[in-house]
């Protein structure tokens, strides 16, 4: 009998369903973690202010304001042992939705002084990004403003004496019954292993041994495994490198460097060596009166270990090649969007800084986030976008209530799924959006942060338009004027800074407040 059929006829008609890209999905509630009650107070220090999957999606990692890691683990696709099954993407469908569950967590950073700048640096994480792993440990980066550092991650099996060779009331013999923190009648002090100085004149005869032997010498027979506990223990401590902010960490694709960005400057390190770095990008000049422009986030090519691209406040982003020089003060490419001569306001440049860039898993294409809309851009085509997707373009009329209480400077994030055909952003009132890639989607899909995430919906998205050429396109979502789908204002404190896309899946998670929401399609 012919037990591959199965298999077989499983794959085939998994891919023959596989959803179009024209089409929208329908995201769907998976679970959440430290959900509030109404009317509960969030604690400052428990809002989550990083969020990232590993490579292979099993794991997910969050930090806080208050400098701690919190690590999370998927659970559907191990076996019962607890070891995870290799599966093909085809074989994740079989279970309802993905599952995990709290693993561990541990204290990352501290709050510190700098006493020679009278600074005090927050504890809050930054960034995370997680390293490659290594017999079974987990190995991840964290930074807060001014410090990065490198954990390692691991279980640690407690062993437990659970018999003994003798039991010390019944022992037999004339000699003395000698536990294990008992020497054996030494008649002079030991030195580290070795007789001590001459004067204590240490010889062969100086041990009272019984003739026959130490029969009663207690001693452990068996040694068993009790139980496994989790060790968070920190490798490396990278300091003293950055005099501004820390904004963005990205590994490299060869698993030994990494780089990490401030406002003015990019450093490169070998995760082996905490004393030093290079510094590969300086846009500081001269005289700081001159500076018109800061560095925002950067991010290594996925698979390119000379590539990187990093962006700026005035909404360019640079792609540059470490080849080409030690310091690379010049781009090799450079992406931005040419404003209309006369339609410049005062908040222009304000809501064109990009506030996050990420590569495409191929490392074709790169997705920014600016304060209104999300660009796509193809690294072989800078003359300009090939899509833009409006984000909350119905906020433009209000955009000098959002410099007001300081809004229009939140930093949003942004992701890409991994095939590359959905883009993800955050926006205001706990609610965040989707977008299809592909030329010919129209898929614009508001989603809310709660157990019903697809309550948002408005009927009638408006159709795309399209301009400069068949292959860029621009997409809006709902038109409307500061009101969500439900008639009510938009709260500009419930705001979605923080999301991942899982690597392989539909499957997005989404920070909200102190709250971790995940959503499947």
């Given at each position: 009998m012919n037990g591959g059929g199965g298999v077989e006829e499983f794959a085939s008609s998994a891919a023959a369903a596989a959803e179009s890209p024209r089409q929208a999905l329908e995201w769907k509630f998976a679970q959440v973690f430290g959900e509030r009650t109404a009317g509960e107070e969030v604690q400052e220090v428990d809002i989550i202010s990083a969020i990232e999957f590993d490579r292979t999606g099993d794991y997910l990692a969050t930090g806080?304001?208050?400098?701690?890691?919190?690590?999370?683990?998927?659970?559907?696709?191990?076996?019962?042992?607890?070891?995870?099954?290799?599966?093909?993407?085809?074989?994740?469908?079989?279970?309802?939705?993905?599952?995990?569950?709290?693993?561990?967590?541990?204290?990352?950073?501290?709050?510190?002084?700098?006493?020679?700048?009278?600074?005090?640096?927050?504890?809050?994480?930054?960034?995370?990004?997680?390293?490659?792993?290594?017999?079974?440990?987990?190995?991840?980066?964290?930074?807060?403003?001014?410090?990065?550092?490198?954990?390692?991650?691991?279980?640690?099996?407690?062993?437990?004496?659970?018999?003994?060779?003798?039991?010390?009331?019944?022992?037999?013999?004339?000699g003395p019954v000698v536990s294990p923190s008992m020497s054996i009648s030494p008649k002079h002090h030991m030195a580290n292993g070795r007789c001590g100085e001459k004067s204590f004149g240490c010889s062969s005869n100086d041990f009272s041994i019984p003739s026959d032997g130490v029969p009663s010498l207690h001693l452990p027979v068996v040694v068993t495994s009790h139980e496994t506990s989790l060790v968070a223990r920190c490798r490396r401590i990278y300091a003293h490198a950055h005099d501004y902010h820390i904004n963005s960490i990205s590994n490299n694709s060869d698993g030994e460097t990494f780089i990490s960005a401030d406002d003015l400057r990019i450093n490169l390190w070998n995760l082996e060596i905490s004393n030093q770095s290079f510094n590969i990008v300086d846009v500081k000049p001269a005289n700081m009166e001159d500076l018109t422009e800061v560095i925002t986030s950067a991010e290594f090519h996925p698979s390119h270990c000379n590539t990187l691209a990093y962006s700026s406040s005035?909404?360019?982003?640079?792609?540059?090649?470490?080849?080409?020089?030690?310091?690379?003060?010049?781009?090799?490419?450079?992406?931005?969007?040419?404003?209309?001569?006369?339609?410049?306001?005062?908040?222009?440049?304000?809501?064109?800084?990009?506030?996050?860039?990420?590569?495409?898993?191929?490392?074709?294409?790169?997705?920014?986030?600016?304060?209104?809309?999300?660009?796509?851009?193809?690294?072989?085509?800078?003359?300009?976008?090939?899509?833009?997707?409006?984000?909350?373009?119905?906020?433009?009329?209000?955009?000098?209530?959002?410099?007001?209480?300081?809004?229009?400077?939140?930093?949003?994030?942004?992701?890409?799924?991994?095939?590359?055909?959905?883009?993800?952003?955050?926006?205001?009132?706990?609610?965040?959006?989707?977008?299809?890639?592909?030329?010919?989607?129209?898929?614009?899909?508001?989603?809310?942060?709660?157990?019903?995430?697809?309550?948002?919906?408005?009927?009638?998205?408006?159709?795309?338009?399209?301009?400069?050429?068949?292959?860029?396109?621009?997409?809006?979502?709902?038109?409307?004027?500061?009101?969500?789908?439900?008639?009510?204002?938009?709260?500009?404190?419930m705001k979605l800074l923080h999301l991942a896309w899982h690597p392989t899946e539909n499957s997005l998670a989404i920070a909200a407040s102190n709250s971790l929401y995940m959503y499947y399609a």
């Open positions: 806080d304001r208050g400098g701690r890691v919190v690590l999370f683990e998927r659970t559907d696709n191990r076996d019962h042992g607890g070891n995870r099954r290799d599966l093909e993407r085809t074989d994740y469908t079989l279970s309802k939705h993905p599952e995990f569950r709290y693993k561990t967590e541990f204290q990352s950073h501290e709050p510190e002084f700098d006493y020679l700048k009278s600074l005090e640096i927050e504890e809050k994480i930054n960034k995370i990004r997680w390293c490659q792993t290594a017999n079974g440990a987990l190995f991840l980066l964290s930074t807060n403003d001014k410090t990065i550092k490198y954990w390692k991650v691991q279980e640690k099996k407690v062993k437990k004496v659970c018999s003994m060779n003798l039991d010390p009331s019944k022992a037999v013999g004339n005035r909404g360019s982003i640079r792609l540059i090649d470490m080849r080409q020089s030690a310091l690379c003060d010049r781009h090799s490419k450079l992406f931005e969007v040419q404003e209309a001569s006369g339609s410049k306001s005062f908040f222009t440049e304000i809501i064109a800084s990009v506030s996050d860039i990420k590569f495409a898993k191929d490392g074709r294409h790169i997705l920014s986030r600016d304060y209104m809309t999300l660009k796509l851009w193809d690294i072989n085509m800078d003359s300009g976008p090939v899509a833009t997707f409006q984000v909350h373009e119905h906020l433009r009329p209000k955009l000098c209530d959002l410099y007001e209480n300081d809004s229009i400077f939140d930093k949003f994030e942004c992701c890409l799924s991994g095939d590359g055909l959905r883009v993800a952003t955050g926006s205001y009132s706990n609610v965040f959006r989707v977008f299809g890639c592909s030329q010919d989607s129209s898929e614009a899909t508001t989603l809310e942060a709660t157990k019903n995430p697809m309550k948002k919906q408005t009927p009638a998205p408006s159709k795309p338009s399209r301009s400069l050429g068949l292959t860029r396109v621009v997409r809006r979502g709902p038109e409307n004027s500061g009101v969500d789908a439900n008639g009510n204002p938009y709260d500009f404190t």
